[in-house]
RNA sequence: GGCCCGUUCGUCUAUCGGUUAGGACACCUGGUUUUCAACCAGGUAAGAGGGGUUCGACUCCCCUACGGGCUGCCA
């Protein structure tokens, strides 16, 4: 017998971009879905109305778009399933597993009050909740599920363990609002049964709320799922994330430059471990990803080990590849898109340029000369390298080069040779070089930065320097 | 306030009663080197505090401290 097919999800509510927090709750749901061959699915929760917008929605999924996450099937909206979740309620009612209440909002507002104020737990506890429906107003009505009063509730989650809630702790909670509109509670659970949701990985702000929504679960008669409920992330100071930590939508980073696969590679990391696995493709992620590798202290950002795995996975992509990705991240950061010319430089010059960068800026930076175009103006610590004595050896060098076939052999065997003849070391000869082929001091190699600009553009910089 | 969850190097973590407490990032030192990186080698660095249980606790139990979550006709 074969187990049956594993579904999750991820479910965020479109009021706003999709943070870094959200980003790795559905890079774990994605990871368990696709390294068993199973279903992952995106639900947007958009019942409320007055903060969900379409722009969220659609920064959510482009979001998910560059870190990678594809999900099966049509993104399904949870308001488009109102009429069914209603019917839900209406189920319950028949059940007998909830029923209707009349209390206003603001008589349990007043209670909840003086509740708090007595210090004591302000718990409402319906007068409806065993009323004979004969003696039911005709007045404005909430449906509210009937909850067990008595024992405890438990979760068996697979990251918490088992964890136990008191039914006494617990409210008559309200499926279905006045204007017959459905809570989250009954949303979520009515949502994840019909769409087969075999494991809920999420937050663990969602901890207590699992036990509540069992209590639905039950009170329809379903399969409860799988619980998973993950630390969320802090910032670099321990703090909740916040605003002031910059940097919070996932798009951001895309515009800072980290590349998707680094980004995947390292929220993978944050709060959850195989042995000492650090580095990893997504593939392999999928085959090691499993549920009790996830920690359940919350973890922290931090920014330097994102970009050591990023520069990892920018060294390990292939060429075409990372250009393709390079060019997505200048439109996205808003700087000038390349020329033909300088595609085709990069293109060539990305064997020695990806294994110094960790994120695009820098393999931008470590393009410079490869970028620029003549003249060059050299920077001050540059153009010190070329004095009259330099110009003259680079002019006997020019010479050496205008002939001969132009790889790494023959370069290697020319510099050697006319810094011999001149007199100097090596080191002499590479500084005005690297002057006169970029302009500055810090570059790749004088050999790789020849190879990639090519023997005519070489002997031109060495023409003007 | 009540309920629930958490706490191993600065950071991410391994450990599932017996280890010199391991790895990675960062940091420091050295090496390689035509520069800057990258890379290689080595090093510094941890079980929140207090009680138990046990021949033996980072590991199990209790208390305290600290952090977090929930306690809505928000999700």
């Not at 052999?409 to 006169?436: H, V």
Request: proline share 5%; hydrophobic share 40%.
């Amino acid at each position: 017998m074969s187990s049956p097919q594993i579904v999750t999800r991820f479910a965020p509510s479109p009021t706003g971009y999709l943070h870094i927090g959200g980003g790795r709750t559905a890079l774990f749901n994605w990871l368990y879905a696709r390294g068993r061959g199973g279903k992952f699915l995106l639900r947007i929760e958009d019942t409320d109305r007055e903060r969900s917008t379409p722009e969220a929605t659609a920064a959510i999924l482009r979001g998910l778009t560059w870190l990678g996450l594809d999900w099966d099937g049509d993104v399904v909206s949870q308001f488009d399933r109102k009429d069914r979740h209603a019917e839900v309620a209406h189920q319950m009612l028949d059940r007998g597993t909830a029923y209707k209440c009349f209390s206003s909002k603001e008589e349990i507002d007043t209670f909840r009050a003086a509740e708090e104020a007595a210090g004591r737990y302000p718990l409402f506890l319906s007068p409806w909740r065993d009323a004979d429906p004969s003696n039911h107003p005709d007045l404005p009505y909430v449906i509210r599920m009937k909850a067990p009063r008595h024992g405890e509730t438990a979760i068996d989650d697979k990251v918490q363990g088992k964890v136990t809630f008191q039914n006494d702790q617990l409210d008559d909670m309200i499926v279905l609002r006045s204007d017959l509109t459905p809570t989250y509670m009954l949303a979520v659970v009515v949502d994840d049964h019909d769409m087969g949701v075999t494991h809920v990985i999420r937050g663990d702000d969602h901890l207590a709320n699992a036990a509540r929504q069992t209590m639905v679960y039950q009170a329809m008669g379903w399969d409860v799922p799988v619980w998973a409920h993950i630390p969320l992330i802090h910032g670099p100071d321990g703090k909740k994330l916040s605003k002031r930590h910059g940097a919070l939508g996932v798009e951001e980073y895309q515009a800072m430059g980290y590349p998707a696969a680094g980004m995947r590679n390292y929220l993978t990391r944050l709060g959850w471990a195989k042995g000492d696995a650090e580095i990893f493709t997504s593939d392999e992620a999928k085959a090691m990803f499993d549920l009790d590798g996830i920690g359940r202290a919350p973890a922290r950002l931090d920014f330097k080990k994102l970009e050591h795995t990023c520069g990892q996975h920018i060294a390990m992509a292939e060429d075409a590849a990372l250009l393709a990705e390079l060019l997505a991240y200048l439109a996205v950061a808003g700087k000038p898109a390349l020329t033909d010319l300088q595609r085709d430089l990069m293109r060539k010059g990305m064997y020695c340029l990806k294994d110094r960068a960790k994120t695009f800026p820098e393999l931008l930076e470590k393009a410079a000369f490869a970028l620029v175009s003549r003249p060059i103006a050299p920077e001050p610590a540059a153009a010190a390298f070329l004095d009259s004595v330099s110009r003259g050896i680079l002019q006997s060098l020019t010479l050496q080069l205008q002939s001969g076939t132009w790889d790494k052999a023959n370069l290697e065997a020319i510099l050697t040779q006319t810094a011999t003849a001149a007199g100097i070391g090596f080191g002499k000869l590479a500084s005005p070089l690297r002057a006169a082929l970029a302009g500055r001091t810090a570059t790749p190699s004088v050999y790789d930065m020849m190879l990639v600009l090519g023997r005519d553009e070489t002997l031109a910089r060495l023409g003007a320097a």
